[in-house]
């Protein structure tokens, strides 16, 4: 119904004009210009036709053309025929004429980088592929937008020219990944009872940074958020650990019968888990390391051995400390350490790998699998678009994942090449 | 609503039709499509959208030639871009001068949009221009960057009709143009017969030969039509069609051919719309708008008419 008022508000206009239409057998309305990634551009042109005439000679865009097809205002399909860059459609008294076709000479490509040349007597609009990034326009467009996912520009008349790029990495999206990465580990630690406010209030800072377009900006910043609560995650451990200990350390002394001293050793502790509850775990685990302290010192009130005593506890207590490290040390443990890169079987699988590919896998198989970007750009003295290109091949193999460890990436082989 | 609105828009036509028709006669090589002139607006919506792909690529470009920078881009200063050591000086030539270009468009943004603008389509050439030095450069970057080109999907390809629909659909609207062509032409007569007074002798005649000739050659035509001869009766209007309109071209007088080719247009419309009106009559569909077009046509015609043997009448010939 919209597309008759406008066809009818056409006619109308037409019907002011005469003398025009009397010399033009068309008048171009609009043409829509649809790129595909491989160049190819389908063409969908839309004239108004003098109804006097029976056939009407349309003058195409680009040189060569295929699957063209031609209708009337009523949809019906036309005969044509066609002379070198012009097409004779036989409208029989249509006012209206549609007429598509692909084409691949309008777009030339260079390297990486399209260009669409045109010179279009009607208002035109460009629909660029997926994920194309306009690089060069010859005109103020009078509208952007997006449709479908992808990016449309429109033109008045005139020579119009488009230059644009396809794959290239995306900013937004690395900002939008940070601000994603940094937002589920922060829900997940808080989740566990970990405080980390001030994580959260650099996200949100992201996330503004994100809103006002400023990508660098707000990946920075969730990087940053993401940094600084790993941080704060690894102090809440060690606080746990150390008032662990120092509950330990208080049992055996309330057990052994050392209560001399054990009050201060209590106050301690509690005033340990307090600092915890409160998210202060750099002052949680200094409470906790003098409560260990005061318990360890803590004697019995009279006792003959108690020297003695208070040696083999200092033992025990030694031990036990020596266990949770170990325990924690296992925890922590990459699963990488325990594996074997099988090399050959990734190069069994992918035979046209790059040398310089190759020699960063038996860089990371030497190091358990694993290394940050940094450390193999350094082995290799290589730039860092460079590192960042082989990774990125590296990965679209399906070789290796990347994991954000603050500011830093870890680049690790994935588990399928390891034993 | 909407009918009231193409009323409005109806009546607002027919009021500025005979300015529109003299302007057209005054001035023929103005079409419609023309370009608008510059008066050096921007829409604000444009401008953002121009300035963030802009500066978009200027840091997707950063990122990938020099890899994530070392400080924020807010921190760059008066000097610009902060590069590594070993860049290509014509590299760093072009994603300076692209920054300069936009430290220039975002000074001037407030108070000349539409320059600022244009600095930032400066901005994403030297960028362009940038890209293309790093190109060549680092040739493996065509393949990193290129994705797996993909055509057009087929559900979007142009759908070709087959030779058969096509001949079929042509057989129709040969008929149908005849019809309509035939109609045309006994209007053009009743037309002739209301202006012949106003005519030169000489023109009379040719109008009235153009008219004759061409309803002689309908009357042959439909007979080659209703014996099945298509092809021949598609050659012979489009030839008739030509010969009319060069005919009615060779009267003498300019406002009396203008009347008599304008008339043409405006029966050729009339006849168009009242098939259409009628066949969506016949399947039961609305024809308001069809009909109130119809009545503006007439009456622009009536309208065009009058103004000539108006103006005849004056002695203006």
Not at chain 1, 22 to 39: M, R, V
Not at chain 1, 211 to 231: F, G, H, I, P, V
Not at chain 1, 381 to 393: E, G, H, N, Q, Y
Not at chain 2, 235 to 260: K, N, P, Y
Request: charged share 25%; aromatic share 8%; proline share 3%.
């Amino acid at each position: 119904m919209k597309k008759l008022t406008v066809l009818l508000t056409l006619i109308v206009l037409f019907s002011i004009t005469p003398v025009v239409l009397a010399q033009d057998e068309y008048t171009p309305l609009s043409l829509d210009l649809a790129i595909y990634s491989d160049g190819t551009v389908k063409v969908d042109f839309l004239a108004e036709t003098d109804p006097t005439k029976v056939r009407i000679d349309f003058e195409l865009f680009g040189s060569q053309y295929s699957n063209l097809v031609a209708r009337d205002d009523e949809g019906l399909p036309l005969v044509t025929a066609a002379t070198g860059t012009n097409v004779i459609v036989t409208c029989l008294g249509a006012f209206e004429v549609n007429i598509q076709y692909l084409t691949s000479t309008l777009t030339v490509k260079d390297g990486a980088l399209w260009t669409l040349n045109v010179s279009s007597p009607a208002p035109t609009r460009i629909t660029l592929p997926s994920g194309a990034a306009i690089l060069d326009l010859g005109d103020i467009p009078t509208n952007i937008g997006t449709s479908d996912g992808k990016q449309y520009l429109d033109f008045d008349s005139g020579g119009l020219s488009v230059s644009y790029i396809l794959g290239l990495p995306s900013i937004v999206q690395e900002a939008t990944d940070a601000i994603e990465a940094a937002e589920n580990y922060i829900s997940l630690r808080k989740a566990a009872g970990i405080n980390l406010t001030g994580p959260e209030n650099t996200l949100n800072e992201a996330e503004t940074a994100l809103a006002l377009e400023d990508y660098l900006d707000a990946k920075n910043t969730a990087d940053s958020a993401l940094s600084d609560a790993q941080s704060i995650v690894e102090e809440a451990e060690d606080a746990a650990i150390a008032i662990s200990q120092a509950e330990t350390a208080f049992v055996f002394a309330q057990e052994g019968g050392r209560t001399e001293g054990l009050a201060e050793a209590e106050t301690a502790l509690n005033s340990a888990k307090d600092s915890y509850d409160e998210g202060d775990y750099a002052a949680a685990e200094m409470e906790a390391g003098q409560a260990y302290q005061l318990a360890l010192s803590a004697f019995e009130p009279q006792s003959a051995g108690s020297l003695l005593y208070i040696g083999v506890l200092f033992v025990v207590a030694g031990a036990a400390g020596g266990y949770l490290y170990i325990q924690r040390s296992k925890e922590s443990l990459p699963p990488s350490l325990i594996k074997k890169v099988n090399l050959d079987k990734i190069f069994f699988k992918f035979d046209d790998l790059r040398l310089e590919d190759k020699e960063v896998l038996r860089f990371l198989a030497g190091r358990n699998g694993e290394a940050f970007a940094s450390e193999i750009r350094a082995r290799f003295d290589m730039p860092r678009s460079t590192a960042w290109r082989l990774i990125r091949r590296l990965q679209e193999y399906g070789l290796v994942e990347e994991t954000k460890v603050g500011n830093q990436s870890l680049i690790r082989i994935v588990s399928e090449y390891t034993e | 609503m909407k009918i009231k609105l193409i009323a409005l828009a109806l009546l607002m036509v027919l009021l500025v039709g005979p300015i529109g028709q003299i302007v057209y006669a005054q001035d023929p090589d103005d079409g419609i499509g023309g370009s608008t002139e510059d008066d050096g607006q921007i829409d604000p919506v444009i401008y953002e959208q121009i300035k963030l792909q802009a500066e978009t690529r200027h840091m997707e470009f950063y990122w990938l030639f020099f890899g994530q920078p070392d400080t924020d881009s807010d921190d760059w200063g008066d000097n610009g871009p902060v590069f590594p050591d070993d860049v290509d000086p014509e590299l760093r030539n072009q994603f300076i001068h692209a920054w300069s270009a936009m430290q220039q468009a975002e000074e001037m943004g407030e108070s000349d949009p539409r320059a600022a603008a244009n600095q930032y389509l400066r901005a994403m050439t030297h960028l362009r221009n940038a890209y293309k030095t790093y190109q060549e450069d680092n040739l493996e970057v065509e393949d990193e960057l290129d994705p797996e080109t993909k055509g057009i999907p087929e559900n979007e390809v142009p759908v070709e009709a087959t030779a058969e629909e096509l001949s079929d659909v042509q057989e129709q609207l040969v008929q149908r143009f005849q019809e309509r062509f035939q109609e045309r032409v006994t209007e053009m007569f009743e037309t002739y017969y209301d202006v012949e007074g106003d005519l030169s002798l000489s023109d009379a005649e040719k109008a009235f030969g153009a008219l004759t000739k061409a309803e002689q050659k309908l009357l042959r035509i439909q007979e080659k039509i209703h014996a099945g001869a298509f092809d021949e009766a598609l050659d012979d209007l489009d030839a008739t069609s030509d010969e009319m309109g060069d005919d009615l071209e060779s009267i003498e007088d300019v406002s009396s051919r203008q009347m008599f080719k304008t008339m043409n247009q405006f029966e050729a419309k009339i006849a168009r719309m009242v098939e259409l009106a009628a066949r969506k009559a016949a399947k039961g569909q609305d024809t308001l708008d069809e009909d109130d077009l119809i009545a503006l046509l007439r009456g622009n015609k009536d309208h065009a008419k009058n103004d000539f043997k108006d103006n005849k009448g004056k002695g203006n010939d």
